[in-house]
DNA sequence: AAAATACTTAAGCAAGTCCTTGACAATTTG
DNA sequence: CAAATTGTCAAGGACTTGCTTAAGTATTTT
């Protein structure tokens, strides 16, 4: 069950630049030298990064005029907080029953 | 800010091995050739992706004797979580407050 | 002790990532 | 129209990733 689109959020999210990125998009929308002026790095590098993150489905953008216009699409966000969620659950479900085992098959031990 | 756990976190995620790994684990700990068995893959390259999973925290091991075991952390896997959760919400926040702004300026608007 | 098991290390290679500079649109603004 | 603004494309270089095979080491098992 092979889920690309995860393969590329998190790839996405695994950046400190990307992540500053989403950092102030999830502010409110904003232009391209917007969210490249405050990175220490040449504009064409910034757009790099921000093809990632469309590419992941993170942000979406809009072309008006001379000014692209970037916003967050929160349902990528979501996936992957799910994904990331589901797995926590489960683990804990596991210690959950590991617990219940041993307080049944040893329950002289507790005092 | 930079948070070089989140680029460890979320760089271990990025590979679908790497979370047919994790699913495998959040059933419970298993050995190294356990986990390695169902993956296409040499032995010494699901080692590397034990590896990252390690250095990231999201895994760690034990050796006993000849066989090493594998657990999940859960706090690393809470972090990821949480920024994942905190961004989707902020930006939910700045979508109600453009609402509510909207709602303002423009009353006569609404039937 | 010999053989099987479980893991580890090393060398090497193809492909991908992240950044640079330089040149080049396309669209306002003066 | 000329100049400034805003974004884009292209070539290239340093580095990292994800795999391979081959050759170990350490620990049971027979």
Redesign the pocket.
């Known amino acids: 069950m092979l889920n690309y689109q995860l393969d590329k959020t998190f ?1 996405a999210l ?2 400190p ?2 992540r500053v990125i989403v950092d102030r998009l999830v502010q409110g929308p904003a ?6 002026k405050p990175l ?13 993150l469309e590419e992941s489905g993170l942000v979406t ?1 809009e ?7 970037c916003r967050i699409d929160a349902k990528v966000l979501s996936q992957a907080e799910q994904w990331v969620g589901e797995r926590r659950q489960m683990w804990e479900r596991s210690l959950d029953r590991l617990g219940a085992y041993l307080d049944q098959t040893k329950p002289e031990d507790q005092p």
Do not use: F, I, N, W
């Open positions: 790839a695994a950046d630049t990307r232009s391209v030298s917007e969210l490249a220490p790095m040449s504009l064409p590098a910034a757009m790099l990064h921000l093809k990632v953008s072309k008006v005029g001379r000014v692209r216009t």
